[in-house]
DNA sequence: AAGAGGGCCAACCGCAGATGG
DNA sequence: GCCATCTGCGGTTGGCCCTCT
């Protein structure tokens, strides 16, 4: 594919916008909306400016609530741990920080957070217990990759959502006391699943009889997750691995689906030895039973 | 006081997926 | 099914600003 024919280098203004671009493109946007096309926006107010850059800077910073810096230590939580879980799929971990943007969050990991773990991971080292923070980031990154790979076609599939914290009640996501309750509930975990990139087949009625009720603003999709808390059950009597193989209610094709978890790829969720075996542990995270206890749990839904 | 170095952030680039003709 | 175009995303870069020497 390519570069949108929007960018055409010629006649096209780059660089930090002036407050009187800002202006006319807020203004316009608040009028009329973005129109569902920026490129032909700029020529519409008088813009020398790419249609992708004027998408660029609505969204990173004249859109509404947009907040910059001072990340909490409670999003500082949330994003390390779906850094571990999703890897860097930042739009979907700005997702779940309103006000919060994709690349706010990515940069706030490389300037911050890498060095954060990196520093730990140096301590570590220095212990005689690290490996190499670089590798281990990388396949912690990967996990998702590799886990739901499809051997095929090469195409990336689903990601794992995020696992609750280990409490024994009804245990959140790590989020401020004073935030807005954000993922509530079982279907709202379906419903990250398939944000993560799960395109349940259209077979797969287990989810989509949530499915159907989402909204198809995927504004409000995301309005709907930030405003439901997730409530995840402690784990059942029974063991994950059993409930992941032998549940007889699951439907055969979802068990078969890209969402079946292997032992291999759980092994490296449990990243052993690892900086982010600590963080997980220091989030109250154990990787595999975690993962063995919501999987098993989403399958019995 | 000034130069060097590093941190941080806004913006750009290029790729891939989605969509429509 | 193919192609052109648009949109969204993640990686990278350039430059400003702050701190250190």
Redesign the pocket.
């Known amino acids: 594919?390519?570069?949108?024919?929007?960018?055409e280098k010629t006649n096209v203004k780059?660089?930090?916008?002036s407050p009187e671009e800002d202006a006319k493109l807020k203004a316009y946007i608040e009028m009329h909306g973005n129109a569902?096309?920026?490129?032909a926006l700029p020529p519409k107010i008088g813009l020398k400016r790419c249609?992708?850059?004027c998408?660029?800077?609505w969204l990173?910073?004249l859109r509404p609530n947009i907040k910059?810096?001072g990340f909490s230590e409670e999003e500082d939580k949330i994003i390390r741990s779906l850094y571990i879980s999703i890897g860097?799929?930042?739009?979907?971990i700005a997702a779940q920080l309103p006000g919060r943007t994709?690349?706010?969050i990515?940069?706030?990991w490389?300037?911050?957070l890498k060095?954060k773990l990196l520093g730990k991971q140096c301590k570590e080292k220095q212990s005689g217990r690290g490996n190499n923070l670089e590798q281990d980031m990388k396949r912690s990154a990967n996990v998702g990759d590799s886990m739901v790979q499809d051997d095929h076609n090469n195409?990336?599939s689903p990601y794992w959502p995020e696992l609750p914290v280990p409490e024994a009640t009804a245990p959140p996501l790590p989020h401020s006391s004073t935030q807005d309750h954000r993922i509530d509930s079982q279907a709202s975990v379906r419903r990250l699943l398939i944000k993560l990139g799960g395109r349940f087949s259209d077979d797969d009625h287990v989810i989509n009889d949530e499915e159907t009720t989402l909204p198809n603003d995927p504004s409000s999709t995301d309005q709907h997750l930030y405003e439901q808390t997730i409530y995840i059950p402690s784990s059942s009597s029974s063991s994950p691995m059993d409930a992941l193989n032998l549940n007889n209610n699951i439907d055969a094709k979802f068990v078969n689906s890209q969402y079946t978890i292997d032992e291999a790829n759980l092994h490296m969720l449990q990243g052993k030895n690892n900086t982010f075996s600590s963080e997980l542990q220091e989030m109250g995270y154990n990787s595999t039973q975690r993962l063995m206890e919501w999987s098993s749990y989403m399958m019995k839904k």
């Open positions: 594919m390519g570069s949108a024919p929007c960018c780059k660089g930090p916008w569902g096309n920026w490129i249609g992708k850059s998408r660029l800077r990173n910073y910059h810096g860097s799929r930042w739009s979907i994709d690349n706010d990515k940069n706030y490389n300037t911050r060095k195409k990336k």
